[in-house]
């Protein structure tokens, strides 16, 4: 059985609100990464209804998993390697929220120099990255991993469904959109688009796991 994972990039309030809804009333687990220099503030060209630490505490109480996202949302390939380590090192960003670190890293504006980017994550502890490229991933893959955009006005839900039904038993599909309502930005989808992507791929008998659990598969007890 192939895997699909639902993540969510820079923890827009629709998406922490509204999509995180739609997620929980299918028992899904989703990724939200999340960038600490974007909390209590817009997210320009995304959302103008900041997340805040209540928004964070929601999508924490309900399971889902809390991904990083960097410190402060920079292009990573304008930084020398200094900064970039500097901008993926999470201390205690996450953990203040959710009790343990994140595992799972997401490249800001999908900027991705795999060789040496993903040695820092490897170094920094991160168990998965995800850029933005188009693909799908093959299970056992951790880093640099591809990504399909669920963008409304990019993307169709034939597409979406044709991948699904292509999608091989070891093979990982991982959606990310931002924000999630009804006059969603050119970086997101509204609410009706995802709720139907979800009903796909509830429909699909794909395995459905936030990134951590692809990771370290949580055992029937
Ligand atoms: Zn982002």
């Not at 964070?56 to 304008?78: A, D, P, Q, Y």
């Not at 595992?103 to 168990?127: E, H, N, Q």
């Not at 955009?149 to 034939?158: F, G, P, T």
């Not at 992507?197 to 055992?219: F, R, T």
């Amino acid at each position: 059985m192939g895997i699909v994972s639902f993540t969510f990039d820079d923890f827009p309030y629709s998406a922490a609100v509204g999509a995180a809804d739609i997620l929980d009333a299918h028992g899904i687990k989703g990724t939200f990464y999340l960038s600490p220099g974007l909390i209590n503030r817009i997210i320009p060209g995304i959302e103008d209804k900041p997340s805040t630490h209540a928004e964070i505490m929601k999508v924490t109480n309900k399971g889902h998993e809390i991904g990083f996202h960097s410190r402060k949302h920079l292009r990573l390939n304008e930084l020398g390697y200094f900064d970039v380590a500097k901008q993926m090192f999470q201390g205690s960003q996450i953990k203040k929220y959710t009790g343990r670190k994140a595992v799972s890293f997401s490249y800001p504006f999908g900027c991705t120099y795999p060789k040496r980017f993903d040695m820092i994550a490897r170094l920094l502890g991160y168990k998965t990255t995800r850029g933005i490229d188009f693909g799908v991933n093959k299970v056992s893959d951790r880093y640099d991993l591809n990504a399909v955009a669920i963008y409304e006005h990019k993307i169709s839900l034939k597409i979406i469904e044709a991948l699904l039904k292509s999608l091989k038993p070891d093979e990982w599909m991982i959606l990310y959109t931002h924000d999630v309502r009804d006059n969603f930005s050119k970086y997101g989808c509204s609410e009706f688009f995802f709720k139907q992507i979800v009903e796909m791929v509830v429909e699909s008998q794909m395995e459905i796991l936030a990134l951590e659990d692809v990771v370290h598969p949580k055992k029937d007890l």
